[in-house]
């Protein structure tokens, strides 16, 4: 019994890590790689973990700088077909010119006027080379 636990317990750790190593090879971003270095010009994901179905999503807490990144567009992916379900909110840049520059992020509902002092934020550092 415990052979068997183990067993599949690594299973469940070997696609885990199969699958980071596929997803770490692609342009998107997630919420545990807040650093990332970009080439100028590249296009680029940040993708966060969200539930649209809350009311809550993900949002730029400041605009980009321009100088340095182009927000090209941002949408919701839902991780299944469930109304109301997990999925990440992703926002696509283009790298512009060289340096560096940091991204903030808020979870919010975007019709309430002021923010609750509980917010969540999240920040990512982009050096574009």
Known sequence: MLRAKTHSLLSVMTIGLLLHMVLSCTNLVSQE???RR???????????PSSIGTGYTWQLA??????YLMFM???????????????????TFRA???????????YVRPWEKTLPK?????TFSITIF
Do not use: C, M
């Not at 509980?118 to 999240?122: A, E, I, M």
């Open 73 to 91: 567009s941002k949408h919701y992916k839902a991780a299944n077909d469930l109304d109301g379900g997990s999925g990440t909110d992703q926002f």
């Open 33 to 35: 790689d807040a650093v």
């Open 62 to 67: 400041s605009p980009a700088d321009r100088a």
């Open 38 to 48: 970009v080439r100028q010009g590249e296009v680029f994901v940040i993708a966060i």
């Open 96 to 106: 512009v010119k060289k340096g560096q520059v940091k991204l903030r992020f808020q």
């Open 118 to 122: 509980d917010t969540r934020y999240q």
